[in-house]
């Protein structure tokens, strides 16, 4: 009797501790996304009429032209409010953003799309292969995720769904005025993830920039028969020969960390140009080695 109660009293203080960690687990990570998606950077010019209107740790850009702007990306629904006053900051209005892109329709990068959109009446342009998940305004709609997708389905990474204006297939060419950006559907993290390259004026030089959407392969996600989606690996296989085909001068992506954003920051003090250290061959061939590396490990297993 008194042995058994000593064993249920044991029970309660381990089921208390678990209960605390998971608690404090959640917390810490609350916190950290938190300020991944809350802390305004000081929005800057990258390079002639390219600048950077993002967060510490989801980016934005924003392209001018005479007749009217391109964002691409809008954060989290807790970014938008940011990224407009990074507009206004750097002396230009929301309302002449009139185009909204997309990498993917994750709620790290699309969840304030539908804030940006009501702000600046901006049409959104959306790849076929993201637009589903993007009109529902939910992860768990990709398979991509594997079996992270049940997490959206129980209601994480929902995000308020934007109008689609418009969906576009690989290697369509958007243009406003003398703006022109390509999409590059470079899918896998997403089943139509598009990176976009762009022409940026600065000074005399043209330079090409690429916005890599992501090329992270989640975990638990099978490459192999039954696949996460038919044709996941070949998407990424595409996806890697893709960006390493592309003459990428200013490497940029959806995370501010996958281009070392903060670093390049404080070169600009020591570079002949403040856009040099943006300039990054280099960098951006190594970022898709290194995501090809581990994606070839996981395959290997699987295999
Ligand atoms: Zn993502």
């Known amino acids: 009797m008194l042995r058994r109660l000593i064993k249920r009293r044991w029970l309660v203080v381990l089921l208390g501790a678990a209960t605390t960690l998971v608690v404090v687990l959640g917390m810490v990570w609350r916190s950290a996304i938190k300020r991944n998606r809350s802390v305004p950077d000081e929005p800057f010019r990258i390079a002639g009429n390219l600048y950077y209107v993002g967060a510490t740790g989801v980016t934005a850009f924003l392209l001018t032209g005479p007749e009217g702007h391109v964002l691409i990306d809008g954060g989290y629904l807790e970014t938008a409010p940011l990224i407009i006053g990074s507009i206004a900051k750097l002396g230009f209005d929301i309302a002449d953003v009139r185009m909204l892109l997309n990498t993917h329709a994750h709620s790290d990068h699309a969840g304030g799309l539908r804030a940006l959109q009501e702000a600046s009446g901006a049409e959104l342009w959306v790849s076929e292969g993201d637009a589903d998940v993007m009109a529902a305004g939910r992860n768990g709609d990709d398979p991509a995720l594997g079996p992270l997708r049940f997490i959206g389905v129980l209601g994480f990474g929902t995000f308020p769904a934007p109008r689609i204006d418009h969906r576009f297939k690989n290697g369509a060419t958007i243009r406003l005025g003398p703006l022109e950006l390509t999409a590059h559907v470079t899918a896998g993290h997403t089943r139509g993830c598009t990176s976009w390259s762009f022409p940026v004026r600065d000074g005399d030089r043209e330079l090409l920039a690429v916005d890599i959407c992501s090329l992270t392969l989640f975990p638990f996600v099978s490459l192999v028969e039954p696949e996460a989606y038919p044709g996941i690996r070949s998407d990424f296989e595409r996806s890697f020969s893709t960006l390493r085909s592309l003459p990428a001068d200013i490497f940029l992506a959806s995370h501010a960390d996958m281009f070392s954003m903060q ?41």
């Open 263 to 303: 670093r390049k920051l404080g070169e600009r003090a020591d570079a002949k140009n403040p856009a040099d250290p943006f300039i990054d061959r280099a960098g951006y061939l190594g970022f898709i080695g290194r995501a090809e590396a581990r994606f070839r490990e996981v395959l290997a297993k699987q295999q």
